[in-house]
Nanobody, 122 residues
Framework: VQLQASGGGLVQAGGSLRLSCAAS????????MGWFRQAPGKEREFVAS????????YYADSVKGRFAISRDNAKNTVYLQMNSLKPEDTAVYYC????????????????WGQGTQVTVSS
């Protein structure tokens, strides 16, 4: 499966963005999905994940209550709605697909998108 992340940009603190991850080559309904981010000089970190059907979600503590992950399997797309953005949310955001689960560990994911830059100004 090929993943294409989009929707990043420059936003002021307190603003919102919605990221999209579009899949091609195979139905996304077969995969647990996750969003990760990587800031300059830091390791890639978990942001949010969602189960195959969308009935279960999980969030990093740093984004809980501000971000929401969702999916539309009919459109083969996963979303990350980001509200109340903070400068520390600045990073490249990646979507990833896991055929066996929907966990928090990057190395467990099988496919990755190319990333989209999110920059939050103070």
């Amino acid at each position: 499966v090929q993943l294409q992340a989009s929707g990043g940009g420059l936003v002021q603190a307190g603003g919102s963005l919605r990221l999209s991850c579009a899949a091609s080559g195979r139905s996304l309904g077969s995969y647990g999905m996750g969003w990760f981010r990587q800031a300059p000089g830091k390791e890639r970190e978990f942001v949010a994940s969602i189960s195959w059907s969308g009935s279960n979600t999980y969030y990093a503590d740093s984004v809980k209550g501000r971000f929401a992950i969702s999916r539309d399997n009919a459109k083969n797309t996963v979303y990350l709605q980001m509200n109340s953005l903070k400068p520390e949310d600045t990073a490249v955001y990646y979507c990833a697909a896991d055929i066996t689960s929907w966990g928090t560990i990057p190395n467990r994911y099988d496919y990755w998108g190319q990333g989209t830059q999110v920059t939050v100004s103070s």
